[in-house]
């Protein structure tokens, strides 16, 4: 059999992983290892540099075969955005797994979110930064600093709502149209997308734009920031802010 080649159609993907020898799969395997590195590339700039990338390639490329074997090729989906959800999902679970991010920078964020959500409570309106450095009774600039340094695992512990882990991630593609089926529709179940939509509604106007070029638009920190006209550290923050305003919101409609 001649070398797979990641041109051929996903069908051939699929049917060449399938059908040939454990040998033979090594090649369709070694075809898909650059969207292998795309996706650890992009986790990769979010999280903590104690964590080991080599790693994060071996998780991932558990991901990729997980796709390989389930993926349904009469499905109106692109393998490669189904791969990715795959990689990324086996990344993430090997982070809870290992339990690789540090337990300061857990309850560093966990202080954040929770004087963010006290404060909304009480006021029913989004908290300002000032209004959160006075509850933790810090200077707004180490509020900021806080904000950039537990971005990572804000993203993390994100999914670990249960929005975008394991099966939900695809159903999506059952229960949403095709003209809706964005990235972030494709990580999440229909009903979940409802609720996340109706928990955008929520935030401020620039969070919600950081919201949507990140995870709709899929730009990075740096192109949102130029989009902005403020530096990458500031979108970091932006983001930050947004996704812990998203979980305490999620977190009471459950």
Request: charged share 35%; hydrophobic share 40%; glycine share 6%.
């Amino acid at each position: 059999m001649k070398k797979f080649k990641a041109t051929k159609a996903k069908t051939t993907a699929i049917e060449a992983y399938r059908s040939v020898s454990e040998y033979e799969r090594e090649d369709v395997i070694r075809s898909y290892l650059p969207l292998v590195k795309r996706v650890v590339h992009r986790l990769s700039g979010r999280l903590p540099k104690e964590v080991d990338v080599k790693e994060m390639l071996n998780s991932g490329i558990i991901g990729l075969v997980d796709a390989l074997e389930k993926f349904d090729p009469t499905h109106d989906t692109n393998f490669a955005t189904y791969a990715q959800f795959r990689i990324r999902g086996a990344i993430i679970d090997s982070f809870r797994a290992q339990d690789w991010l540090p337990r300061t920078l857990r309850y560093k964020a966990h202080k954040v979110e929770s004087a963010y959500h006290r404060i909304e409570q009480r006021m029913g309106r989004p908290a300002t930064d000032e209004e959160v450095a006075g509850e933790l009774g810090i200077e707004l600039d180490e509020l900021q600093r806080l904000l950039s340094e537990v971005g990572s695992i804000v993203m993390l512990s994100f999914e670990e709502l249960g929005f975008g882990h394991g099966e939900d991630r695809f159903q999506a593609d059952e229960v949403v149209p095709s003209r809706m089926r964005d990235p972030l529709s494709r990580i999440l179940g229909g009903e979940k997308v409802e609720l996340v939509a109706r928990a955008l509604d929520r935030l401020p106007e620039k969070e919600r734009l950081v919201i949507s070029l990140y995870f709709y638009e899929e730009l990075n920190l740096k192109e949102i920031g130029e989009i902005l006209g403020v530096t990458e550290s500031r979108a970091s923050q932006i983001r930050s802010r947004a996704l812990i305003r998203l979980k305490n919101i999620l977190r009471t409609a459950r």
